[in-house]
Each structure stands twice: as C-alpha cells, then as structure tokens.
C-alpha cells in the first residue's frame, strides 16, 4: 500500500478555505516556540504509521510454539520472534505519550484568550491548526490500522504469558525490549482498547480542560466544533472540493473531521450529539454516507463506538438511526 503522508498539500484550515501549500503554513514568530515542539514529534509520526503498517506479527512462530510446548527450540525461535516486535509495540506506546503532549500544547495556544472567536484563532494560527489536524490524521489512521491487525495483542499476550513463566523459572530474559511489569500494564491497557490512540487523545483532551479551570470550556469546544465545520465545508461544497489535488486530501479532511467531533463529544458536557451541540451531526455523517463505503467504514466505527454520548437518551432518533 505503500507509505502514508500525514499530512496532504492542500488541506486548508481558516475560514476562507485558501488552499494552502506546506510553505504557505508558516509558524508566525509567536507560534514558533509551540510549532518547532510539535513539529519534532510530527516528523516521527509518518514512520510510525509505516512501520505499524508493515507490522506482519509472530503468528506462525508462536502457534509452533504453543503447539509443541516441549520442543525448546520452537520456543527459542517464537521468543526471539517477538522480543524485536515488543520493541515497536512499546515504542508505539511511548509515542501516544509524546502526542498527548504534543495535543496539550496546541490545546493551550488555539484556546487561549489571545483572540476573541475560534475562527480568528483558526485563521491567525493556521501553522498550529494545521499540525493539529495532522495530529488527528495520524490517530485516527493508526487507530484503521490497529483494528485490523489481531497480531498486535496476541503478540503481546504471548510475550507477556513466557516473560512471566520465565521470572518463575529464574530463566534470565535477555534483551533491551524487556518491559517491566508496570509498564507492561500500561501497554496491555492501551492496545486493549478498539482505537488506543483516539483513547489517548480523548483523554488528553479531558484532562486539559479539567486542568485549565480558568479557562472556559467554549474556548476548547467551539474550537473543535469550528474545525469539524471548515471540513464539512469543504467536502460537501463542490468549489472547494474540486480544488483538492488528490484522494489522499478528502481522507485527510474525512480523519480530522472525526476526530474534532469525538474530542468534542469526550469535553462538552453534553456531548456532539445533543440538539444544543455545535457541530451538524448530520451533515457530518452525511457527508461520511456519501463516501465510497469501504473507505469510511472504520470512521462510521468510531463514530458508532468510540464517542461518549450516541446512545443517551436526548441522542435525535434520525442521528442514531443514521449510524446503525
């Protein structure tokens, strides 16, 4: 399938839409200091997604192995077969860390009270609501990719099932990608999640309003709720969308647009679905209906299960129907 880009040419953020060129985002000197941060952690996300990609697990090795429990070999073989993947495992883990950070610092510049409205924190800091899109672009694509690989928790299962039987066997466990027991845990918890990442993010996004007690809660939600606007915009609006240069840019917009909308639904009181939300649930997921269907199905999915509102009560009966 080749390699991914995180971040298509022409994706525009701002109300005017202007198709802008990587060039054209240009931190301004007073988003510099946040960008330059974001940017180290953004330049390793499009490897991580190539790497996660290419991720083909230990499958074989470890049925051999769990087959014939008495051939020491097999069990040398599955073994050295999955350390080196625990290796990326862990190091996918560890970058969630680094984009939860990464999130808390764009949260703090696009939210604060520099600029009265959303749209002109959108429009004076478009360098850091790009990277911000970009940010839910690599999520909910590492989330479509984690989905469909069982490899990643079975893998994980195995190592952590021999690593333990090998502490009780005083068998030393030699390699640098051994994990500790508590960090172990903390993996274990992340992958067992259906989307890890969107998780993190949810998270991330919870924690920074409830840390920033000071600020009100519209300076974040009405920022979400404005991205998730520009992109339906410039989807269903055929000016705008006969600009985009390729596919790769309407994934784009289709990924970010998903991802503002579930953030919105974790940090609003009463979530994106209610009838006083900001976001147009239904134009958003008609404009997901009426992609090609294999290639929204896991955006309908995180919609469907990963948001925390869909199925209360107040939820418009055409919005859930709209999504079964």
């Given at each position: 399938?080749?390699?991914?880009?995180?971040?298509p040419?022409?994706?525009?953020?701002?109300?005017?839409?202007?198709?802008?060129?990587?060039?054209?985002?240009?931190?301004?000197?007073?988003?510099?200091?946040?960008w330059?941060?974001?940017?180290?952690?953004?330049?390793?996300?499009?490897?991580?997604?190539d790497?996660?990609q290419?991720?083909?697990?230990?499958?074989?090795?470890?049925?051999?192995?769990?087959?014939?429990?008495?051939?020491?070999?097999?069990?040398?073989?599955?073994?050295?077969?999955?350390?080196p993947?625990?290796?990326?495992?862990?190091?996918?883990?560890?970058?969630s860390q680094?984009?939860?950070?990464a999130?808390?610092?764009?949260l703090?510049a696009l939210?604060?009270?520099?600029?009265?409205?959303?749209?002109?924190?959108?429009?004076?800091?478009?360098?850091?609501a790009?990277q911000?899109?970009?940010?839910?672009?690599?999520?909910?694509?590492?989330?479509?990719?984690?989905?469909?690989?069982?490899?990643?928790?079975?893998?994980?299962?195995?190592?952590?099932?021999?690593?333990?039987?090998?502490?009780?066997?005083?068998?030393?466990?030699e390699?640098?990608?051994?994990?500790?027991?508590?960090l172990?845990n903390?993996?274990?918890?992340?992958y067992?999640?259906?989307?890890?990442?969107?998780?993190?993010?949810s998270?991330?996004?919870t924690?920074f309003?409830?840390?920033?007690?000071?600020?009100?809660?519209?300076?974040?939600?009405?920022?979400?709720?404005?991205?998730?606007?520009?992109?339906?915009?410039?989807l269903?609006?055929?000016?705008?969308?006969?600009?985009?240069?390729?596919?790769?840019?309407?994934?784009?917009?289709?990924?970010?647009?998903?991802?503002?909308?579930?953030?919105?639904?974790?940090?609003h009181?009463?979530?994106?679905?209610?009838?006083?939300s900001?976001?147009?649930?239904k134009?958003?997921?008609?404009?997901?209906?009426?992609?090609?269907?294999?290639?929204?199905?896991?955006?309908l999915?995180?919609?469907?299960?990963?948001?925390?509102h869909?199925?209360?009560?107040?939820?418009?009966?055409?919005?859930?129907s709209?999504?079964?």
């Amino acid at each position: 399938a080749g390699t991914i880009d995180i971040c298509p040419a022409d994706f525009v953020v701002g109300p005017f839409f202007v198709c802008v060129s990587p060039a054209d985002a240009q931190p301004t000197e007073a988003e510099r200091e946040i960008w330059e941060e974001v940017d180290v952690v953004l330049k390793d996300a499009k490897a991580i997604l190539d790497e996660l990609q290419a991720y083909k697990g230990a499958g074989p090795d470890i049925r051999e192995a769990i087959q014939n429990p008495n051939d020491e070999a097999l069990q040398e073989k599955a073994w050295a077969a999955v350390v080196p993947l625990v290796g990326k495992l862990k190091k996918f883990y560890e970058f969630s860390q680094r984009l939860e950070a990464a999130l808390h610092s764009l949260l703090g510049a696009l939210t604060s009270e520099t600029y009265s409205d959303p749209t002109q924190h959108l429009e004076r800091e478009q360098a850091l609501a790009r990277q911000f899109a970009e940010i839910l672009h690599f999520t909910l694509r590492f989330d479509e990719l984690k989905m469909t690989n069982p490899a990643i928790q079975n893998d994980f299962s195995y190592y952590r099932r021999t690593l333990s039987r090998m502490r009780i066997n005083n068998v030393p466990a030699e390699g640098e990608n051994e994990v500790n027991n508590e960090l172990a845990n903390r993996i274990s918890l992340f992958y067992a999640d259906a989307t890890p990442m969107l998780k993190t993010l949810s998270d991330g996004t919870t924690k920074f309003v409830s840390e920033n007690k000071n600020l009100p809660i519209e300076n974040t939600t009405d920022c979400l709720s404005t991205m998730a606007s520009v992109c339906k915009v410039m989807l269903e609006t055929p000016e705008y969308r006969s600009r985009f240069t390729s596919e790769d840019t309407v994934s784009f917009c289709l990924r970010v647009m998903v991802g503002v909308i579930i953030l919105y639904d974790y940090v609003h009181p009463v979530g994106a679905f209610a009838k006083s939300s900001k976001i147009d649930m239904k134009g958003c997921i008609k404009v997901l209906k009426d992609q090609p269907p294999n290639s929204v199905e896991g955006l309908l999915n995180a919609l469907r299960y990963t948001t925390k509102h869909l199925n209360d009560e107040s939820t418009n009966k055409t919005i859930k129907s709209m999504l079964q």
